[in-house]
C-alpha cells in the first residue's frame, strides 16, 4: 500500500510506512491501512497480522478501527505476538494516545480481538496460511512464510543479518518470491547497524545464505529519503532476479 504523496498529489514510491494487503482481505502490518485501502479492502480487511510494534507498522491501525467503528458487523482481529499485543495495549490503546478498543462495543458486539499466534508453527487465517520465523530486529518481529493453495512466499519485514530465518527458507522446496528489507544506504551502515537494519552491501552477505531457491527477490522497507541512493546500490550488486517492490502495485503470485 502506498503511504506518501508527490508533488502532484499521486502515490508516492516514497514509503515511509509498512503494509501489504493479500487479495483484499488480509493486511501484513498496518503502516498505511487506515489511508491507502480501497473501499472493498476497507469492507473485507478484518485480519491483521502484525510483524513488529514499531511506529511504521502500526500507524495506521487506530485509525482503522476508528473510522470502521460503527459498521463494524465483525471485530478487527489483530494477530500477534504476545509482545505485540501487550505494547499495544501498554502504548497505542490505553485511553491516552488512543481509546482501548478492546474494551468497545458496537451495536453488533466486539470492534477489536487479539490472536496471539505461535512461533514457528503454522497459523491459518481465512484461506492463508502463516508460519512466523523470528528475525533480528531491534525489537521482538516477526517474518513469515505465507502460502495459500497455489504458491507461498517469504516475507522479512524489517531485520538485521540472519540465521535461523534462512535455516528455515532453505528447506522450502518452492518459493515464489521474498520479500527482503534493505532500510539504509551502505553509507548508513552504523545506523543500520545500532537500528538492525540491512544495507545493499549486508543485503549481498544475507542472500549468499540463500541456497537452492532461484525464485525473484523483492526490496522492500527502504527509508524514504535514501530510497534513491538505496536502489542504486542494489542495482550496482548486479544480483540476478533481485528486484524493487513498486509501490502501489498488484503481485500475483
Ligand atoms: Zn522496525
Known amino acids: 500500500m502506498p503511504s506518501t504523496f508527490d508533488e502532484t498529489g499521486n502515490a508516492s514510491a516514497q514509503q515511509h510506512l509498512s503494509c501489504f494487503v493479500i487479495d483484499d482481505c488480509l493486511a501484513i502490518d498496518a503502516g498505511s491501512l487506515a489511508f491507502a485501502t480501497t473501499s472493498i ?3 473485507q480487511i478484518r485480519d491483521i497480522v502484525l510483524t513488529h510494534a514499531h511506529l511504521d507498522h502500526i500507524a495506521g491501525l487506530p485509525l482503522f478501527i476508528d473510522d470502521l467503528f460503527a459498521s463494524l458487523e465483525e471485530p478487527i482481529r ?7 499485543i501487550e505494547n499495544l495495549e501498554r502504548h497505542i490503546f490505553n485511553w491516552e494516545i488512543y481509546p482501548n478498543f478492546s474494551e468497545l462495543h ?7 480481538k487479539y490472536y496471539q499466534f505461535g512461533i514457528g508453527t503454522e497459523n491459518f487465517i481465512k484461506h492463508l496460511s502463516l508460519k512466523a ?29 540472519m540465521d535461523g530465518f534462512w535455516k528455515d527458507i532453505n528447506a522450502e522446496k518452492s518459493l515464489a518470491a521474498i520479500l527482503i528489507e534493505c532500510a ?21 552477505t544475507e542472500l549468499r545464505k540463500l541456497k537452492n531457491t532461484n525464485c525473484p527477490i523483492y526490496v522492500i522497507n527502504m527509508k524514504p529519503v535514501y530510497r ?23 503481485y500475483e503470485w
Open 78 to 84: 489483530v494477530h500477534a505476538t504476545k509482545e505485540v
Open 41 to 43: 479492502q476497507k469492507k
Open 228 to 250: 534513491e541512493k538505496i536502489v542504486k546500490q542494489i542495482e550496482k550488486l548486479e544480483i540476478e532476479d533481485l528486484r524493487i517492490l513498486e509501490v502501489g502495485k498488484i
Open 133 to 161: 520465523l523470528e528475525v533480528n530486529h531491534k525489537v521482538q518481529t516477526m517474518g513469515f512464510l505465507i502460502a495459500d493453495k497455489k504458491s507461498k512466499i517469504a516475507f522479512t519485514s524489517d531485520t538485521a543479518e
Open 106 to 112: 458496537n451495536e453488533n458486539g466486539a470492534v477489536l
Open 184 to 204: 539504509f544506504p551502505d553509507e548508513l551502515k552504523k545506523l543500520a547497524s545500532q537500528s538492525h537494519h540491512l544495507t545493499p552491501a549486508i543485503l549481498k
